[in-house]
């Protein structure tokens, strides 16, 4: 600790870097003067930035109870307009001939409001849809206007979905039909000859090309979807067999999603532009080349090909793939195509923060140690506290053992009833305090040592908070992604205290015990000390991307309140949208049971109760209003 950090004198400065702000907020995220998070949808014009507390205290006023997962839809708008106008300047500098049409994939975040701004924000650079399913067609079909747009099918197809599709071309729309199995060919073909509609027909190929990062094993050789070469060309054969080679109009991969290493991009589109190279030759008319999704999201801010991160900018990307479109394709005299890309992820995932506030801490206790122990202590608790009284830093992994092993014993020997409860509780103090010291030494220490890697966070605060992991972040526990998780306010204060988060899920998967950190991934998380009777809020940041529908009802946790904010230019902002989250009755419902019929059960068991003596006529009344409010409540913790 510098002399600032001990006199308390905490800036603004050193909250950005210790909670890596500016490297994972994208410019739309940063610290007031007021030590508050900023949201400024227009990165540069920082006087329509908007306190994420004056939210906070708008949505409680108007009644809405944390957690609250806020949306806001200039950051959607914003992160529209940079991918395209990222594609349209690497299109204008390299002089690429062909355009750029993005879509969105649905599957991304599913929820109407998503997709329907998506619609109405894309529109100015003709920006389209991608469905996986029926579903998502359906969906896709009642917001799209757009002519210009793609609306691509990937995805199994039945029939319905491929007369949906078809009928979609009729009405204009450039919809393709992307062919991720053989057999779907000639159910595409039957139908269009029913329906007497020219299909626009793509094919998913799989690539050689392979990358690293959790989300990628749909590319590669062995990847589930898409053609093979073989297959390909037999696909290609049967089209010009049947004279509809002019139908065959894209082609597309996907290496999967959030890729963090820029050369694995640009190998798999000098391969699909290789393959697409072909195809013309072929004699097919081509014409858009569909790079799928993968454009990662810098989580941690570390701008590096680490899981969570990517080693690229969004303009390098753009650049680089064009690039490399161009060369291949020139050297082999093909004329551009429109390029497609599906990014999700990026599209989505600033847009939305989940606020939640903190309903109590566990902290950790360093308990003193006493002058000396008992002449007639056992040896293993004198030899504990040797320990403790002989460490220091040349010896601390040793005494880190040591302390580990005469606790093991000492509580062996309490199970065996050779020592009381009462020195069980000394030695549980001398262990700790000893844990402790060793912890703080370690700090002095040059090179990491592995045993004591995870020591902070055996000795860090717990803090309870008013979330499900499971509902709200559920990436976080299924494969361990991280997202930026940093205090809303107080941030001219010092955060004092180390500590994990625990959701209210009672679930001992429940909780978050790493966090982002620019060079490593950190145990703890640096955390104000709660005051009296104060709120204390939390964001966790950049969950707009898949979190939402992956999320499930661990615990009968349902659905947050959801707002939607758009940010003015002056600086005010509108809560354009509320959507309550579910109540109790609502979440038991999915599982079943009928909210009515539990209140007919519960009145007849309070009933027996007044029959037994147990309670009055008047108090069953009061007993059944307090179930009722149950039912009817949020699934959180209420005020
Ligand atoms: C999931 C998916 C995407 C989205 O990928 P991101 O990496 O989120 O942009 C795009 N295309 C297909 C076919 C997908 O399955």
Redesign the pocket.
Known sequence: MNKAELLGRWTREKSEELYGIKNWGAGYFAISNKGEVLVNPYKDNDSAAISLMDIITGVRERGLDMPVLLRFENLLDSQISYLNDSFNDAIRKLNYKGEYRGVY?I??NQQQQVVEEVTKFGQRYHHGL?V?SKAELVAALSLMKDKEACLIC?GYKDEEFIDLGLYAVKMGFKCFFVIEIPDELDIILERSRALGVKPNIGIRIKLSAKASGH?TE?GGDRSIFGLNVSQLISMVDTLKEKNMLDSLKLLHY?L????PNIRDIRSAVLEAARVYTELVKEGASMGYLDL?????VDYDGSNTNYTNSRNYTVEEYCSDIVEAVMTVLDSGNVPHPIIVT??????VAYYSVLLFNVLDVEKFEEYDVPDKVDENASEQIKNLYDVNRNLNLKNIQECYNDALYYRDEIRDMFKHGRISLRERSLSEKIFWNTISQIAREKKKLKHALPDLEDIESAIADIYYCNFSVFQSIPDSWAIDQLFPIMPVHRLLELPRRNAVIADITCDCDGKIDRFIDLHDVRTTLPLHEMKNGDNYYLGIFLVG??QETLGDLHNLFGDTNVVSVRINADGNYDLVKEIHGDSVADVLSYVEFDPKDMLVRFRATAEEAIRDGLISASERREIMQAYDYGLRGYTYYER
């Open positions: 994939p599957k991304v991608e996986g990937n989300w749909s996907h999967g999603s959030q890729i799928g999704g993968g454009l990662a599906e990014s999700g992820r990026t599209t991307a898949y």
